[in-house]
């Protein structure tokens, strides 16, 4: 059992309910580096940064460690460039800010942390030296309802440019927890706290229950004499060394597999013979380069039902991948309409009978739809993600129609594939990938020819709550 494994297992052997608290810093902590980093590096390519606050910023950014004073005179320079904003605009920045750079940078092993304590019916809160408004768009990712943040200075609707309290840095974070568990009525000695720098040990001291994540130098040591746990994650900023390399290998190796098949396309002219068994060379040449490996429930029923309408839940560009080493022959898919223009790529799916979709004309998405039930019908399988998008966790979005369509109008099943993990091996934004193992459990069909369109909002529900139960409460294989 890993050293994450025991942390989530003690939260589950530990009390239930929401007397119990559990704080989790921010930066360094849900995320791998720092969310200001992100709003500097915003200002730096926007050209809003001049030379000297430049120097002196990047000056600061050298530190491994920042004094009180120091800390105060970075986030008052931070605030007195928002005053005049509205709220308003302060969190359109810091969403647009999260969905270009900073969620990138999520800890899947948080996520897990933060979803145990949920699952216990804990008060979970983000207690971060940051703003509310860089804090806020993790914590509606995450479902925390509480933030403890740096408070700013509001008149008439408007930043001021000023604090209207104490920084939660330091003692300030300390002290700023305690309140907060006296106001909710949190029992704070059987409380869980999770940090990573220094500046947190007063905080970390408050709880009963602390945990050193990522830990600087000073809290490492602390950690140790206390006898607190420790726990280090997987970067997410860059992919490690390893990995870029095995990228570019599994990509490689990809790229020869599909050569090959091109090659054999002119000697036999069969496009779905080379669809086929280019899906399964590449598939197979990729996950062995970077150590992937899949750990699958229900694998019976990939085979079972076919042609069938594969709807899998859509965390990352690896889904992909995991599709074609699973479904391996038979099935074509849907893709945005970009994706025919990646080079070699793109030409590939055409080959196997991609259905292109243009997001931005909802009349042009129906019809692009009307070739995947030909297909569907030819015997062909299809796979599609009912989210439409991908994830920033494993956190299921909302499911669209066009999945149930197809399967209603074609007349085959819906085959749910819930996939758990693929983030950890390639993030929503990541152009690298990590060796790992995969969990993916495929739930038995779904029979939709008894379906009404009258009642399809409640029955796509119905299925959707499938895969919520699943990845809440994941299945064992059976012998």
Not at 178 to 186: E, L, M, P, V, Y
Not at 349 to 355: K, T
């Amino acid at each position: 059992m890993s050293a994450l494994d025991e942390a989530i297992q003690r939260v589950l052997d530990g009390p239930k309910g929401p007397k119990i608290g559990a704080f989790f810093d921010y930066d360094g902590t849900l995320i791998d580096g720092y969310s200001a980093a992100a709003y500097f590096i915003d200002r730096i390519q926007r050209r809003e940064m001049g030379r000297k606050e430049l120097i002196d910023t990047l000056k600061l950014a050298r530190k491994k460690d920042l004094t009180d004073a120091e800390f105060h005179e970075v986030i008052g320079k931070g605030i007195l460039d928002w005053a005049g904003r509205t709220e308003d605009e302060m969190r359109a920045l810091w969403k647009r800010l999260w969905l270009g750079k900073v969620g990138s940078t999520l800890f899947p092993e948080g996520w897990k942390l933060v979803r145990a304590h949920q699952k216990m019916g804990h008060t979970v809160a983000i207690a971060s030296s940051a703003t509310a408004y860089q804090i806020e768009p993790l914590a509606e990712e995450y479902g925390i309802e509480h933030v403890i943040a740096t408070p700013v200075k509001i008149r008439n609707g408007k930043l001021t440019g000023g604090l209207s309290g104490a920084p939660t840095w330091g003692q300030g974070k300390a002290d700023a927890v305690i309140a907060f568990s006296r106001t909710h009525k949190i029992d704070i000695a059987n409380s869980y706290g999770y940090a990573n720098g220094n500046e947190d040990i007063a905080f970390l001291k408050s709880v009963g229950n602390a945990t050193a994540v990522q830990p600087k130098e000073l809290l490492e040591k602390t950690a140790n004499e206390s006898g607190w746990a420790v726990l280090r994650f997987d970067p997410r900023k860059r992919g490690p060394a390893k990995a870029m390399a095995r990228t570019v290998g599994a990509y490689g190796a990809m790229g020869l597999s599909f050569l090959a098949g091109l090659g054999m396309h002119r000697t036999h002219g069969n496009a779905r013979k080379t669809v086929d068994w280019v899906t399964q060379a590449a598939a197979d040449s990729a996950f062995a380069v970077l150590g992937v490996k899949l750990d699958v429930v229900g694998e019976e029923h990939l085979w079972a039902h076919r042609p069938c309408v594969f709807a899998l839940n859509h965390q990352s560009k690896f889904d992909m991948f995991v599709m074609m080493q699973l479904v391996r022959r038979g099935f074509t898919g849907v893709a945005k309409a970009e994706a025919r223009k990646v080079p070699g790529f793109g030409r590939f799916m055409e080959m196997a009978e991609v259905a292109f979709l243009d997001r931005s004309d909802s009349g042009k998405a129906v019809d692009a739809l009307k070739p995947a039930v030909d297909r569907l019908k030819r015997g062909l399988s299809v796979c599609i993600a009912p989210e439409g998008t991908r994830s920033w966790t494993p956190k299921l979005g909302a499911f669209k129609k066009g999945p149930f369509h197809l399967a209603m109008q074609a007349g085959v099943p819906i085959v749910p594939v819930v996939i758990r993990n693929a983030g950890e091996i390639m993030g929503r934004n990541d152009q690298t990938m990590r060796s790992g193992v995969v969990q993916v459990a495929i739930l038995p069909p779904v029979d939709v020819s008894g379906w009404k369109l009258t009642e399809l909002n409640e029955r796509i529900a119905e299925v959707r709550q499938m895969y919520v139960d699943t990845l809440e409460n994941w299945p064992e294989k059976t012998a």
